[in-house]
Nanobody, 123 residues
Framework: QVQLVESGGGLVQAGGSLRLTCVCSGRTFSSYAMGWFRQAPGKERELVAAISWISGITRYADSVKGRFTISRDNAKNTVYLQMNSLKPQDTAVYYC????????????????WGRGTQVTVSS
C-alpha cells in the first residue's frame, strides 16, 4: 500500500517558478520510477516528467524540456519537480504517481496516485 502526497502548488505569474514535492510512504520499495502528470480543464492527463529511483534516468514532455527539472531524494522517499519560466499553458492540476516498470512506462502502468496540487499561471 503506497501513499503519495503532493505539495507546492499555487498561483504564480508567467515567468515565475514553483517547486512541487511528492512524499511517498508505505510499500514504496516495490516501485521503480516516479512520474509527474498534469491535467488541465477539458484536456487529457499527460506525462510531464518521470525519473527512475535507481538510475536517475529522466524523461520530459517536449513542452517542458529546458524549463522543468525532476529530481529525487531516495533517503527521503521524495520526488521534486522544479518548474521555471512558467507559462499560462502550464496551468493544471499536477499529480505525482508511482509505477513498477521504469521511467519509460506509459500512464497505464502507474499504480499509485496522489490527490494532486493546483498550479495556476497568470499572464
Amino acid at each position: 500500500q503506497v501513499q503519495l502526497v503532493e505539495s507546492g502548488g499555487g498561483l504564480v505569474q508567467a515567468g515565475g517558478s514553483l517547486r512541487l514535492t511528492c512524499v511517498c510512504s508505505g510499500r514504496t520499495f516495490s516501485s521503480y520510477a516516479m512520474g509527474w502528470f498534469r491535467q488541465a480543464p477539458g484536456k487529457e492527463r499527460e506525462l510531464v516528467a518521470a525519473i527512475s529511483w535507481i538510475s536517475g534516468i529522466t524523461r520530459y514532455a517536449d513542452s517542458v524540456k529546458g524549463r522543468f527539472t525532476i529530481s529525487r531524494d531516495n533517503a527521503k522517499n521524495t520526488v521534486y519537480l522544479q518548474m521555471n519560466s512558467l507559462k499560462p499553458q502550464d496551468t493544471a492540476v499536477y499529480y505525482c504517481a508511482a509505477n513498477r516498470q521504469g521511467a519509460t512506462a506509459r500512464m497505464g502502468a502507474y499504480d499509485y496516485w496522489g490527490r494532486g496540487t493546483q498550479v495556476t499561471v497568470s499572464s
